[in-house]
């Protein structure tokens, strides 16, 4: 099968971020974001960008999951990432995780 016989309607709809401590304690949440199609560089693939100026301590290990729910319903969570801060003048931390769709199998891989 491909992508022009796949199912083209399961594209991202909303998505969130959620960072989390050493201690797992929640210190950074987005809510659900509305998906913006324009970042998108392929017709397969989405593209969602976490900024936040919420930080670790150096040589904190923390953990950070991307969450997104389809046009269709469907709701994929990667898994808990785990995420260190490093010495850095910068305190922003930028993240990117990229969907991809895949048609034969009716999922998105992160």
């Known amino acids: 099968m491909t992508h022009a016989e796949g199912d083209n309607t399961e594209k991202v709809y909303s998505y969130r971020f959620d960072m989390w401590d050493s201690n797992d304690k929640l ?38 999951q991307y969450t997104v729910k389809t046009l269709n319903g469907l709701i994929v969570s990667s898994p808990k990432y785990r995420i260190m801060r490093v010495p850095s003048i910068d305190m922003v931390y930028p993240l990117e995780v990229f969907p991809e769709l895949n048609f034969d199998e009716g999922y998105i891989k992160l």
Do not use: A
């Open 27 to 64: 210190v950074v949440t987005t809510g659900n974001l509305i998906h913006n199609t324009s970042e998108d560089t392929e017709y397969d693939k989405s593209r969602d960008v976490f900024y936040t100026n919420k930080y670790l301590r150096e040589g904190e290990i923390g953990h950070i």
